[in-house]
């Protein structure tokens, strides 16, 4: 997926209030991996990553 196509799905996805606020993502961002120079493109975009397992402990996993 190209990150035009991420940013505007994003935008249309409603958010949760256990997502990451753009502050908190300024705060971890670097210390994500960066992508390899090898391979394909990453398709995964680590934010979303953070905000599923943040809605995840907060819900309960129920």
């Not at 753009?22 to 992508?35: F, N, R, S």
């Amino acid at each position: 997926m190209s990150r035009g196509l991420i940013a505007k799905i994003a935008k249309k996805t409603k958010r949760c209030p256990s997502d990451l606020t753009d502050e908190e993502w300024d705060e971890i961002a670097p210390l994500m991996p960066k992508p390899g120079r090898r391979g394909q493109p990453r398709e995964v975009d680590f934010r979303e990553v953070i905000n599923a397992v943040r809605y995840l402990v907060r819900s309960g996993c129920g």
